[in-house]
Structure formats: structure tokens, C-alpha cells
């Protein structure tokens, strides 16, 4: 994600509650929504970089490898919840290649015309144009959800000739 996300690093963001049954009530999605479309918190993340998702259990646009929702990610087979995957993410340029356990699953384009349209307000924005360069976060998505990274590391990328 681009330097903008240095504004918001000291920054309060958008809070909501789930209700007793874990779902947030239409007050709150309201909120979560607002700041989405505003840009503010963590949505400024969402809307001016990108998302590589981890979750095998989804379609091929929000599954693990996907661009989530910028591209469509190949199936891979399932894995226990305890068992590793490897992910390697390279971005050259507009270039962005997503490779697990050392297949393939997505190739994405920034600058290429078949982006796939936006459907719902979680997903990104396609009008801002992502960096080339700039900062790496790590997320999980809710307070319950556990996720553990067992190595995180970035690399520059040799010169071509």
C-alpha cells in the first residue's frame, strides 16, 4: 500500500460491536460501510493497495491466492487447519503473480482492462492506482479469528537485463 497509510497508523479506526449472536447489527454495518466508502482506517488499506486473500473456503475471486476480488485465484486442494502453506506474492511493476505451495494460482495486471467488476462495498475500490512500491500489512479479519505466520520475508527482485 501506498505512504497514505501512514496518516492513519496513529489513528482511531472505525470500532463496531457484534451482537450476542456474532452478527453486527444494520447500525453498525452502517458505520463499517461509511468508513469504507470515506476511505478511513483500515479501508484505506483495502482501497489503495492490495488484498492477497487467505481463505481456502471461498469462491475462486475471495479464495486463498486471489487478488480478492481483483482476480480469480486456480483451486487448490484442501489442508488440515493445523497444516502450512507456502505463499510466495511477487510484484514487478504492475505485475503481481500469486504462487502457493509452489503452484500458480493467480497472475494480476493492474494496468490490463479485464479487471473484474466491483460487486459489494467490502470489496476494493478499482479507481485508485496502487503503488509500485511501498508498505506490507498482515491482517485477520475479526477479533475471534486466529492466524498464526510462520515466516514473513521480502526480497528485492534481481535487475532484468
Known amino acids: 500500500m501506498d505512504d497514505g497509510i501512514l496518516d492513519w497508523a496513529k489513528k482511531e479506526s472505525v470500532a463496531v460491536k457484534r451482537e450476542?449472536?456474532?452478527?453486527l447489527s444494520q447500525e453498525?454495518?452502517?458505520k463499517l460501510m461509511d468508513a469504507?466508502?470515506?476511505?478511513?482506517?483500515v479501508w484505506y488499506a483495502v482501497h489503495h493497495g492490495y488484498e492477497v486473500q487467505i481463505m481456502d473456503d471461498a469462491d475462486a475471486a475471495h479464495r486463498t491466492g486471489a487478488l480478492y476480488s481483483l482476480t480469480?485465484?486456480?483451486?487448490?486442494?484442501?489442508l488440515a487447519a493445523e497444516q502450512w502453506r507456502t505463499m510466495i506474492i511477487t510484484l514487478h511493476g504492475d505485475l503481481?503473480?500469486?504462487?502457493?505451495?509452489?503452484?500458480?494460482?493467480?497472475?494480476?495486471d493492474s494496468a490490463a482492462a479485464d479487471v473484474l467488476p466491483r460487486k459489494n462495498w467490502t470489496e476494493?475500490?478499482?479507481?485508485?492506482?496502487r503503488p509500485?512500491?511501498?508498505?506490507?500489512?498482515?491482517?485477520?479479519?475479526?477479533?475471534?479469528?486466529?492466524?498464526?505466520?510462520?515466516?514473513?520475508?521480502?526480497?528485492?527482485?534481481p535487475a532484468k537485463p
Open 20 to 23: 450476542a449472536n456474532g452478527k
Open 28 to 30: 453498525m454495518l452502517k
Open 36 to 41: 469504507s466508502e470515506r476511505e478511513e482506517g
Open 72 to 78: 480469480k485465484a486456480a483451486a487448490l486442494p484442501n
Open 96 to 108: 503481481v503473480r500469486v504462487d502457493v505451495d509452489g503452484q500458480r494460482v493467480s497472475d494480476f
Open 124 to 129: 476494493p475500490k478499482r479507481e485508485p492506482q
Open 132 to 157: 509500485q512500491v511501498g508498505y506490507i500489512g498482515l491482517q485477520n479479519h475479526d477479533p475471534g479469528d486466529v492466524v498464526y505466520f510462520k515466516e514473513v520475508s521480502v526480497r528485492t527482485l
